[in-house]
Nanobody, 111 residues
Framework: QVQLVESGGGLVQPGGSLRLSCAASGGAFGRINMAWYRQAPGKQREWVATISSIEYTNYADSVKGRFTVSRDNAKRTAYLQMNMLKPEDTAVYYC?????WGQGTQVTVSS
């Protein structure tokens, strides 16, 4: 059974950076598209970014130019580098492999 575990969240000031990690156990990680989603309080979960098995990337307009998704298949880990963070980026961030979800990691952007 595949397990996804996110880490790297925290409290950061506006304009700051964080790097989230999503470690996968089980499954064929290198052949699977990995996506990041986020859910802010009182809002629906929304898609943030995807990296395909051949490292094609795609981003939501709200994060384009500020966030970068990447993967290291040898480490079975996907990453989300978040720069120029804004208060509206505050949310629980989840990784998703098309079937499984991690438990999420909280990102809070506040001064």
């Amino acid at each position: 059974q595949v397990q996804l575990v996110e880490s790297g969240g925290g409290l950061v000031q506006p304009g700051g950076s964080l790097r989230l990690s999503c470690a996968a156990s089980g499954g064929a990680f290198g052949r699977i598209n990995m996506a990041w989603y986020r859910q802010a309080p009182g809002k629906q979960r929304e898609w943030v970014a995807t990296i395909s098995s051949i490292e094609y990337t795609n981003y939501a307009d709200s994060v384009k130019g500020r966030f970068t998704v990447s993967r290291d298949n040898a480490k079975r880990t996907a990453y989300l580098q978040m720069n120029m963070l804004k208060p509206e980026d505050t949310a629980v961030y989840y990784c998703h492999d098309g079937w499984n979800w991690g438990q999420g990691t909280q990102v809070t952007v506040s001064s």
